[in-house]
């Protein structure tokens, strides 16, 4: 089998998403996730300026040459451009893998290890009203566990709150990017008694997550974790920054609370540190970011040395293709942790028709042949890409923070 096209699509149902699609001969094709919020015109032309002339006429089955082929190849390795481009190639290949066998793409990683994913849903509020009942209608949908973000007193923003009624999705078209107020005091003051509020109304029989994206000092981490240790979190994502992986260590020397991290990181060595010393307990890379569905299996079996389970990374801003490699990985892994589902609007599951679904709390790979979505490139091709922008931060006396 010999790959003879590929070709990348950018549109924007809503939000934008980047799709690759190879086509092998015998009428095969395979589709790779390549979106990267905000810098989508950089992954597309990696891809269709320097990847794909390379890819013309290999073996689609070479999935691991091909894999070292463009990362060692490359010369210039690592960095989420990169990473996001050679992870769409891999997914797409291992779609085609699957497709030509007639099989489901966890049969090709070891087969089913559990039959269902436990998935984790957003719950967000302006306020804790407004926030408590988000939880509880994210509970009346079926979750077992919900990620609970709620807008910070004195704070015009927060992140993962929605504005307007409209679900959360932090990119904004715009010419160029919103900026943000943080204030690390007034969140740390806030945040232990929306938890108090949420257990007292919920129980404990709900898993609760948080996620602070990056913007505590371990000190700060620390407080805020052992504050929270009565609550019992599922785990506390992104405590901070993790450039620096030693910043783990003071977390976990003051408190117990578990701790997820991974979403920014494109390769092992973004984490190596963090598994061999059992600083995280969850790792979150994602398959498009991670480098594709090879690379992760091979950090997933690296994390379960050192009882770290994974967490897959899946906001909005992975599209279904992505979502579903995931859920094909963790089906087939022993070390799964747990699945974030970010709903899709319904023009993106238009756009992307699949066979994956959520069922009472849990998240199920579907059983067609390779990863189960499809790409309607004529629907695409009327919502087409618009620049989008995340937000940057700033702090109350204007220096520029994490967002
Ligand atoms: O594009 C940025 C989002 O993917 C990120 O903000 C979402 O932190 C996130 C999460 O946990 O889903
Ligand atoms: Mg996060």
């Known amino acids: 089998m010999k790959i003879s096209d590929a070709r990348v699509f950018i549109c924007s149902p809503g939000r934008n998403f980047v799709t690759l699609k190879i086509y092998a001969d015998e009428g095969v094709y395979g589709l790779g996730d390549a979106t990267l919020n905000g810098r989508e015109t950089a992954v597309a032309s990696c891809l269709t300026e320097h990847l794909i002339p390379c890819l013309l006429g290999r073996n689609p089955f070479d999935t691991e040459d091909i894999w070292h082929y463009f990362y060692r190849g490359g ?15 891999d997914m797409a290949l291992w779609d085609i893998k699957g497709k030509a066998l007639g099989t489901p793409v966890y049969n090709l990683l070891g087969g089913k290890s559990r039959t269902k994913m436990l998935a984790y849903a957003h719950a967000n509020g302006a306020d804790v009203s407004q926030t408590l009942d988000a939880v509880e209608q994210e509970i009346a949908l079926g ?64 898993h609760l997550l948080h996620d602070c994206h990056n913007r505590l000092t371990p000190i700060e981490a620390a407080r805020l974790g052992k504050s929270l240790e009565p609550h019992n979190l599922f785990w506390l994502e992104d405590p901070v920054p993790a450039e620096l992986q030693e910043g783990f260590q003071a977390i976990r020397r003051h408190t117990v609370v578990p701790l997820a991290a991974g979403e920014v990181f494109n390769t092992v060595y973004d984490c190596h540190k963090l598994l061999a010393e059992q600083l995280i307990d969850y790792i979150r890379m994602t398959v498009s970011h991670g480098g594709g569905i090879t690379p992760l299996i091979k950090t997933a079996a690296m994390a379960a040395v050192y009882h770290i389970k994974t967490g897959c990374h899946g ?47 849990y998240l199920l790979s579907g059983e067609r042949p390779g990863l189960g979505v499809d790409f309607d490139e004529a629907l695409a091709k009327k919502h087409p890409y618009q620049r989008a922008y995340l937000p940057v931060n700033r702090l109350e006396d204007g220096t520029l923070f994490h967002w």
């Open 315 to 361: 906001a909005t801003d992975m599209s279904p293709v992505c979502l579903s490699a995931a859920l094909h990985f963790g089906a087939a892994i022993n070390n799964f942790g747990i699945q974030e589902h970010m709903r899709h609007n319904e023009l993106t599951r238009e756009v992307f028709p699949h066979d994956y679904s959520f069922k009472d709390g």
């Open 143 to 206: 979750y077992k566990a919900v990620r609970v973000q709620c807008g910070v007193p004195g704070l015009a923003h927060a992140y993962g709150v929605a504005s307007g009624g409209i679900p959360y999705e932090p990119a904004s078209r715009s010419t160029r990017p919103i900026e943000e107020v943080w204030s690390t005091e007034k969140y740390l003051n806030f945040i232990p008694a929306l938890f108090d509020k949420i257990r007292e109304k919920f129980g404990f029989d709900i």
């Open 75 to 89: 010369y210039w390795r690592r960095g989420p451009v990169t990473m996001a481009a050679i992870g769409a190639i």
